[in-house]
Structure formats: C-alpha cells, structure tokens
C-alpha cells in the first residue's frame, strides 16, 4: 500500500492506495505518526483508493485516532468505499468513526 | 454410525439417572436429617447434571482428517515466556524454526531477560517484549503479552505455544488446511506432556480432555481454545479487539454523560465552586455534554461527540485562564505603576509579549493546572468522555482479558461472532508437566479461577450469539469445576451414617438398590465405551480428591469478580520446585482421609453393638472404601519425585 500526505488550509490529509490490511496496517501507524510528530493534530484519510480493509487495517485506523486525540487533534476518514463500509458497519466501528463523504467536508462542522 | 453405541449409552444412563434421582427427591428424602439428606441429595443432582452435560458433549465426537494446508499463508510463531529457564525456551523456538511450513518464529519475552534477547538474535529468532505503552498499565499476564506481539507482527494465521511445548516440524502443515474453510478461526491440537511416567501420579495428562471432550465439543462448533498448540486466524482475534474496543468506549461514553450531571451538581456546591470563573466553566461542561448527549442519540459517531466535548472545554479554559492573565497582568502593571509613580507599564525586559502569554496561557489551561481539575468528579466523567481507551496500553485488546485464563474467554468470544473452530487429533507438540504436587496445584487452582472467572463474567448460557450447544457446552467445563462442594457432602455422609447412625435416605431397601445399582452400571459403561483405550481413573480420583482446590477457586474468583479482591494469581513454574515431601499440601484430604478410617471402626463397632444396620453398614462400608481409593492417588503424588526417563535407569542398571 502506498501512502501519501498533503497540508491543506485547516487540516493535514493523508491518501492510502491499495489494501489496508494487516500489511500495510503498521506503515499507516507510522506515516500518520511522522504527521502528528511533525505538529499537525488535524488530519483527515482520504480512503479513496482504498479498496479494502481488514481488521487489522481498523486496528491501524484506532491506533492512529489515538496518536492524533493524544496530540490534542483528530482524525477522521473520507470517501471509503463499498467494501469499507460494509466492514465498518460489521465492527461496529461506524459507531466510532464517521466516514465523511469528502475529505473538504470532514472538519466542517467543527 | 459411529456414535450409536455411545449415543445409546448416553440416553440409558439419563433414563436411568433420572428413575433413581427422582425416588431419591420424593420418595427417599429423610427429612428428619435434612442437615445431610439435602445436601447428599443436591450432590447427586450436580453429579447426574454433570453426567448429562457429558453425555451431550460425547453425543457428536467428530474425527476429522486434515485438509492440505495452503502454501501461500502467512504465519506468525508465538513462544510465550515469562520466567521459564532460557535453555528451555530456546529449545522450543529452535523447534519452532524448524517448523515446516514458511513463518516467522517470535519469542515473546514477558520477563525482558537480556539473556534470551541475546539467544534470540544469535540464532536468528525474532524477540519481542512490551511496548513502553505497558508501563504503569494493567499487563494482564499472557494474554496481554499475546496482544503486544500482534501489534507488531503481520501474519495471517499465529501458532501460539508455551515456552515448553516443543512442537514437531510438521505442526503448521497438518492444521492449516482447516482455515480453507473461511470461517475457521481456531485449530486447537493436544497437550500432552513427555516428563509423565506411565502411572501419571499428578494426573498431568487430560486424555480425556484431549479425546472424547474436545471432539465431543468439536461436534457441536465449541472446541476450545486452550492456551497453547494452536493456531489461530488473525482477522478473526481482531475482530474479536475491535468488537470489545467498541463496545468498551461506548460503554464508557455512555456512562460518563450519565454520571455528568451528578457529578455537575456536586462540583456546584463545592466550596470552588464560589469562584465566578468557576462557575462560568462549569456552565460551559454543562452545555457541551448536554449536546454530546443530544448528538449521541441522533446518531453522531462517538468519536466526533467526544472531540467536540473536549474542544468546547478546553476552549472555554483557554478564554477563562487567559481572561484572568490578563487581568493579573493589567493589575500587575498598576502595581508597578503605582510603585514606580510613572504611567509605564512593566519595564521592557519583564514584559510578557504576546507569544509569551499565548505559551503560558496555554500551560495555564492544560488539564493538571486547569481550574477544572481542582473538581474531581467533573474532570473525571470528561477524561472518560474519550475514545482512547488510556486506561489500557493499547486500544485494542483481541486475547480476552477478563480472566487469567484468557484462552477459554477467548475462543468464546469468537464462537459468539460467528467463527467456527476445529479440534485435530493428533499430538503435535509435547511439553513438560509440573514435577512436584506443589506446582501441580498451583496450576490446577490457576486454571478452576479462570474458568469460575468466565462463567462470573460472562455466563456463556445467556450469552448472545451462541448456539444453545455451544453454551451447554462451555457451561459444561464450567460446571465440572464446582465438584468440589459435592466431593465435601460424599465425604461426609457414609461417616455421618457409620459414626452416628444417621441415614440421608428412609431407607435402604432393595427399591434403593434397583434405582441405583443400575444407573451406576450404565453410568460407568459409559465412561468405558467413550474413554476406550484411555486411562480415565486419574482424571476421575482427582476430580474429588482436590476438593479443596476447587472450592478455594470458586470462592476466590467469586470474590475477585464481585468484590475486586486479588486472586493471588501466580505464573505456573515450568521446573520443579526443589523440596522434600509436602504433606501441608494435602492437610483437609488427610484428615479426611482419618475421618473415613475412624468411621469405618466405629461402623463396626456399632454394628456389632446393634446400633447400625448391617445394609446400610455395607454400603457406607463399600462407599468409604471408594473414597479412600478416590483420594490415595495424593499419597503417591505427595511422594513423587519428578520423573525419570526409563532410558537412564537402564543405563544405571547396565554400568
């Protein structure tokens, strides 16, 4: 899986092409870590590329919304896909997480 | 039809089971003794469920042969350690490397021993220990070391092994084949153990457990998990985390906004509470958590309520803190006016500039210094309003740690998602026994609090998701362990009967004899049948005879549960623990043992004098001898020395 990072006006985005699977899930930890470490407490996933997730891929996701919540930021995801959303849904995790429709519209309300 | 025999077997002994138990209840009971006919009456109730529970569990053995397994999966070896000798645990992971089938061999080191860090780097093993997240967090023993290494490792599957359990290179390629099934989360194979002598006098091995019960179990989709020599489907353990992570927060979230109001009020009338900035802050918690509640119920994600809970606080200590620096200063800067008589302000280099104030504003506001954290109660539901899980070193805990056996939690959790599991019977890996009886009931004690933790917490017979078989059949386990209080009534009623004269029963007719003799019969032709070609007199001898063990479980992880006490938990030695005999061990069996002796004289006696019966002597006679023929196994085991390979006392004998 490949990882990318952009700085935006009110937010930080990072983009992930490929699987995010029990692979590719420690390399998440660690970009969005070098994000935080780096200042930026406001980030967003855009998962648009993203076209499949697993457990350990969520695990990932938890971890980082923790790294981001310690910073005193968040983290949030956009635009996931079908089958992202059906093993959110299946975990429970949208319970948790929002998946924001647009990685612009993620930090709109707050 | 394999199973016909057995099957046969179950249903006439639970006829015959119930023909005998219900005279017993309502023909048979002596009220007059209810003191002893009740209890003895309840025993045989536990013991006939128990046969039932039994008998259900054998009705579906399955035998399985294993599907080759496919090349291209992923695997992790675990070999978790504590204090277990490095020689030992190297021997095991060099065992492990030789595995087969392609992985990666990790020791998890929960002692941190330079030492083995050191074997592991020069034989090319992997070499884990916790995070520094662990640090002044609950550790939660194995299955907390299990949790660390899976954040830190990538394979599909995990073979999971304890530092003794020596696993055979052909492990991994006779157990994988089952995961083709994509449901299987979990092959669990044998125990089994090399340094026990045929006669087994610490009843170390579980034939029966590793047999007819887990195939038993296997049957009907409930093997368990136990701890070692299994392998395990990564997705399926996280799931099982993330599941718990959910609903831990949304517990605590809830929880907290519940507690919010309370905790307001009572921060209100606290004497802090006087100070007007105080209050003002006050009002801004309140308001942010009774939108976090609103927006809670509208279905806004617990991530989102609780961030904008924590912007909307810390935004108000901000303003707050930094309008009362402000003021300070401004007064400050009329102190220094008024003392210098000049309309200056502050001279230039004692000056807070802007960047300064903004930096020690912030400091001001954070949490320890924060107005807010004078008021506990009110800092405490906002540290909970979170998603971090901080109370624990990672958000995600898949091994359960809700017991010190977190195996049997475990696999429940993953039978109640859904996931299937598989029992291979086969020994692929042997490992060492406790040596000493010491040890032996340390491990026994360890394993009954567990399994009594589990059913305290989560009751498999009301717990959602589960088959009504599966839940009979962890309950089954379960229930096994609460043998002990029966044991205590077996005991004591031939020695009431044969010392005082006072039968539990009307009396002992021949109906007595036609209900029980042949529901005995059947009974141990079951055990016969299902435990054919294997030695189950052990596991039935300790079953009663470590009655003290069972019931110390009970009530100690009863206590734990329901009162938070310490369990007194302790990390099994795998080596033996150099002593002479240990008669203190076994102190309630020997004087029991003395009572059933004395019993037995005074029985004669006083049925020489016509005081007792001669029936009801000879079958008190006939059940004390079983009881000390029950309990003589500790004899042995007390005097047990460790084991001794055949092989050297040949050699001894030779040289």
Known sequence: MRFSTEQKDSYTEVSGTGRLNMVAAPKLREVVGEVVSAGNKRIVLNMLATDFIDSSGLGALIGCLKMARQAGGDLRIACVQPQVKMVLELTSMNRVLTPHATAEGAFSND | MRNLPTRLLVVLTLLLGINYLAWRWLESLNWDAWWIAVPLVAAETYSLIDVGLFGLTVWKKKQRTAPPAPADATVDVFITTYNEPPEMVLETALAAKAIRHPHSTWILDDGAREEVRELARDHGLGYLTRSPDWADRPRHSKAGNLNNALMETQGEFLLILDADQVPDPAILEKTLGYFNNRRVALVQTPQYFANVPDDDPLGSQAPLFYGPIQQGKDGWNAAFFCGSNAVLRREALMQLGLSGYVKEVEQGVTRAL?????????????????????????????????????????????????????????????????????????????????????????????????????????????????????????????????????????????????????????????????????????????????????????????????????????????????????????????????????????????????????LPVTGISSEFFLRFVPFMVVNQLLFAVTGRGIPTWRGQQYSLALFPTWIRACTTAARNVWFGRPLGFAVTPKTRQESGPRWDLIRPQLIVMALLAAALIVGVVRLAAGLNEPIGTLVNVAWVAFDLLVLSVLIKAVKYKGFTPEKRSVDAVQH
Do not use: C
Request: hydrophobic letters at 45%; charged letters at 25%.
């Open chain 2, 258 to 502: 519940k507690a919010s109001r309370t905790a307001l009020r009572r921060a209100r009338k606290s004497p802090e509470a006087a100070d007007p900035l105080v209050a003002g802050l006050l009002d801004d918690v309140e308001s942010a958590t009774e939108r976090a509640r609103a927006e809670l119920r509208a279905g806004v994600s617990l991530s989102e309520v609780t961030y904008r809970v924590r912007r909307t606080v810390d935004e108000a200590v901000q303003s707050l803190v930094g309008a009362d620096f402000l003021s300070l200063e401004a007064d400050l800067a009329d102190i220094a006016a008024l003392e210098q008589g000049t309309e200056s302000a502050l001279p230039d280099g004692d000056e807070l500039d802007g960047g300064e104030l903004d930096g020690a504003i912030e400091r001001m506001s954070h949490r320890d210094l924060s107005p807010l954290a004078a008021l506990e109660s009110v800092q405490e539901v906002l540290d909970a309003l979170s998603i971090e899980r901080s109370a624990e070193a990672q958000p995600i805990m898949p091994m359960a740690t809700i017991s010190v056996t977190e195996d049997m939690a475990t696999s429940m959790g993953m039978h109640a998602m859904g996931w299937q599991s598989v029992y291979h019977h086969e020994i692929l890996a042997t490992g060492l026994a406790p040596e000493d009886l010491s040890t032996m009931l340390t491990q026994r004690l360890r394993w009954a609090q567990g399994t009594i933790q589990v059913l305290l917490r989560e009751n498999p017979l009301v717990r959602r998701g589960l088959g009504l078989a599966q839940r009979l059949m962890y309950f089954a386990t379960m229930w096994s362990y609460l043998s002990g209080f029966a044991a205590v009534v077996y005991f004591a009623a031939p020695v009431i009967y044969l010392t005082l004269g006072v």
